[in-house]
């Protein structure tokens, strides 16, 4: 605020500065949306939208096929924890780099929290990614897109919660297209292992889990996602590291990946990069969008990653894939549905038919238009 004094004609002019003034350098605006350096709030909504959706489906498109890229070198697959250490590692750098940029660096969120949020993050990714070695990857993705059921158990017997028709129809159609799509991959896939079944329903508990937790700190702390990434994957590089050198899995894993550097390494710096750009299009689409456009898009990224899974690497197919993925899906539109009941405002049958010939002959001036 400046004060100017003017003696000649005895007043006092204040000047109140801008908003974008008024904070801090590195911001510009509260509406500020800022992407791998871009400010999308220079866009248009159809650019913004555009721009987003691009950044989701190239990036994570590119993740999933490196992922399974990694998985398919001969030898690989006993080593998937060892992936985890690594793209821990990465993203550690990640999260330093990208702190740095930032002018406030102070670390808002405690360090038991952190903890705690590391722990679940490594069962989450560490178990999705050793489940590979016993899956097929369009499995993996199926029961990806499932974390609706373990939520739900959760939220029955820990909080005591109810849910409405949608979302227990939602569950119903996740588990019946899960139960097919694994009879399926039992059936067709040579290496079927039931123990990948068990390792990625033990990462959808902990993804369950960990949203509510980082979301509960983030907005309890006021934390950044750039903090976020740096402390609880450097937290859980430590965790995995110690594991590894427990059970003696570390050299091994470090003998193989010496060996093919470029198939490992090389690999894994790309499907790290990808998969940390991707995450932030999708938490932009979220800003600008809300959640319900951001899981519409996302489920059409899994739906295109499975077909270009079948299209890239070789692998048996069923058309049962076809019918159980589609009844997942409706499933996950089933959820989404119920979470926006209120913009959803379908009339009912009884209410359509209570009209009189005149009244749905009827027709306002806005819809003429």
């Known amino acids: 605020m400046d004060l100017k004094f003017n003696s000649s004609r005895k007043y006092i002019s204040i000047t109140v500065p801008s908003k974008s003034q008024a904070m801090s350098p590195h911001i510009k605006s509260i509406d500020d949306v800022v992407v791998l350096g871009m400010n999308l709030s220079k866009f248009n909504k159809p650019t913004q939208f555009f721009i987003c959706v691009s950044g989701v489906f190239m990036f994570y498109l590119i993740y999933g096929y490196l992922q399974e890229l990694i998985f398919s070198v001969e030898g690989f697959k006993p080593f998937g924890w060892y992936l985890t250490l690594v793209q821990f590692g990465f993203y550690s750098i990640f999260g330093l780099i990208e702190l740095q940029l930032i002018q406030d660096k ?5 360090g038991k929290t952190y903890m705690m949020i590391a722990f679940l993050t490594v069962g989450t990714m560490g178990l999705s990614n050793t489940s590979l070695g016993y899956l097929n990857y369009p499995t993996q993705v199926i029961f ?8 739900m158990i959760g939220g029955v017997f820990i909080q005591g919660k109810r849910y409405n028709i949608a979302d227990v129809s939602a569950a119903m159609c996740m588990s019946l297209g899960l139960i097919w799509f694994t009879l399926a991959d039992s059936t067709v896939a040579p290496n079927f292992n039931l123990t990948g ?19 509960k700190a983030m907005k309890l702390h006021n934390g950044s996602n750039s903090e976020m990434v740096l402390y609880s994957y450097s937290i859980g590089f430590v965790y995995i590291l110690l594991g590894l050198m427990c059970i003696g899995g570390l050299s091994p894993a470090i003998t193989f990946c010496s060996k093919h550097p470029v198939q490992t390494y090389g690999y894994a710096f790309f499907f790290s990069l990808t998969g940390y750009f991707g995450i932030s299009f999708v938490l932009a689409l979220i800003k600008i969008f809300g959640a319900l456009l951001a899981v519409t898009v996302t489920t059409g990224r899994k739906a295109m990653t499975i077909v270009l899974s079948f299209l890239f690497f070789a692998k048996p197919f069923t058309f049962q894939y076809v019918w159980s993925g589609l ?4 499933g996950i539109f089933l959820n ?10 379908l009339p009912s049958i009884r209410s359509l038919w209570s009209k009189t010939p005149e009244e749905r002959k009827t027709r306002t001036l806005s819809q003429t238009v």
């Not at 990806?144 to 939520?151: Q, S």
């Open 336 to 345: 989404v549905y119920s979470k926006n009941m209120d913009k959803f405002k």
């Open 106 to 110: 102070r670390r808002r969120i405690p």
């Open 197 to 215: 079944v068990v390792l990625i329903s033990l990462a959808l508990c902990a993804d369950a889990v960990i949203g509510n937790v980082q979301e």
């Open 144 to 151: 990806k897109c499932c974390k609706l059921i373990p939520v």
């Open 327 to 330: 009844l997942v899906v409706t």
